[in-house]
């Protein structure tokens, strides 16, 4: 069975849209590598919001490592303001189980201790295995389990959705 | 060699790191990618990440060594492995215990990783070869043989500095005989392709084989450093020498030590590297090793980093 996807682009309107009234100037915004990386750029261009944008790699803190092992291209995490008291805006592609959202805010911490964290997905497919939810989400997508969502990105920056076979990406 | 690379687990993944010989490129790079995603980790509130909790490490040292076991030692802290020192020299092998004895004794404590120096060259080899499957050596120096986590930090500090290893000229000076790390070094940046690695020093101190790697060969420091963009100092190593080798460490300093006029031969933008601990006044000037063009403090620091990609890697590949 395939899903027809929606435009990458339109999600990242409606999800901008539905952030703007919660969004301040000092919301630090963090994009989860790759494709949140992707998102929180546009975001923070959209919003030109104080703290300069923050990246996460979560290779260090997955629950899979112990049976993967490590995961063979690590990006370096670089989060250029004080966690310590920021009102901070996780930002990933596509939200599906919530471990690399746990993941995600297992590292934060090890950086300080955040006033709040809040979480900005542009799909939310479904199949939660942790009590982890979005507060911004561009849709929700109904796809099957052994497919996967991916987020491209053209040499003109433009976003698009790609549907893969578990395995085969 | 001959037979499997037995560094690799038959996926072709690291399983033991004995030797920067023959380690495959992708391993070398993939090594040196982790590591720089680790490097901010020291920087950070809490320094330190959760792949190894749980984990026991055990530094086997059969041979003296602050630097080596100090950065292993932080390297596994910050992976929140549980780490326990050992300096065997003191204990039970004075008691007459056999090294494969000692580890087996270790490996039914429930060790999870061997970090080895010993004075023998082969010995982590030793290790490797007898440990149970999920146990993993990391060699921390093995006689004149290899020291690969030295190499590869090297290798690092390298990248880090000039970005690219395609157009290097890297020059490695001192006693290279006795120097596991010179070794380490040069087959690594073989490797990594270093069109041009050269090594300086008196005949006494330079292997008879070493041009078979692929080293250029000069006698003449002036000469040897002209124009290169790297110049790794080694340690006088005085405990390894028997015999007269050298008339003295002062005519060592004349011909071979690294001063600000030797130096000036290099490129103006030259990295000054040597992996400790130093001999001031012996192979190296204090206004060179404190100067500008040092990065033997960083060194240090990227090693911690290199030794944490080394054993996540490891323990992650099981």
Known sequence: MTTSLPQAEELLAALAE??????????????????????????HQMFSTRPPLGTVDVSFYRDDYGSRGLHP????????????????????????????????????????????????????????????????????????????????????????????????? | MTGPNPQLDSHGGLRHLLTTEGLPREIILHILDTAHSFLSIGEREIKKVPLLRGKAIFNLFFEPSTRTRTTFEIAAKRLSADVINLNVGTSSQ?????????????????????????????????IARHVAPYIHVVNAGDGRHAHPTQGLLD??????????????????????????????????????????????????????????????????????????DVVIMLRLQNERMNGALLPSAQEFFKYYGLTPEKLARAKPDAIVMHPGPMNRGIEIDSSVADGRQSVILPQVTFGIAVRMAVMSILAGNA
């Open chain 1, 73 to 169: 291209k690590i990006k370096p995490s670089d989060i250029p303001f004080d966690v310590t008291g920021a009102d901070i805006v996780l930002v990933d592609d596509v939200l599906h189980t919530g471990r690399t959202i746990r993941a995600a805010m297992n590292e934060l911490f090890d950086y300080g201790r955040p006033r709040s964290i809040r979480l900005a997905a542009l799909v939310d497919r479904g199949g939660r295995q942790l009590p982890i939810a979005a507060q911004f989400v561009g849709a929700e997508l109904d796809v099957a389990g052994d497919e996967q969502i991916e987020l491209t990105r053209d040499a003109a920056g433009r976003l698009g959705l790609k549907l893969n076979r578990a395995g085969a990406a």
């Open chain 2, 94 to 126: 004075s008691k007459g215990e056999t090294l494969l004895d000692t580890v087996a004794n270790l490996s039914a404590m429930h060790a999870d990783m061997f970090v080895v120096r010993h004075s023998q060259s082969g010995a982590a080899h030793l």
């Open chain 1, 18 to 43: 539905r952030m703007r009234p919660a969004v301040t100037p000092d919301t630090a915004l963090i994009g989860i590598h790759t494709g949140g990386v992707w998102i929180a750029q546009r975001l």
């Open chain 2, 155 to 228: 290798m690092f500090t390298i990248r880090h500095y000039k970005k690219e290893f395609a157009s290097l000229r890297v020059a490695i000076v001192g006693d290279v005989l006795h120097s596991r790390v010179a070794r380490s070094q040069i087959h690594a940046l073989t490797t990594l392709g270093v069109p041009e690695v050269r090594a300086i020093g008196p005949r006494t101190l330079l292997p008879t084989n070493v041009s078979d790697l692929g080293v250029h060969v000069y006698h003449d420091m002036a000469a040897g450093l002209k124009d290169v």
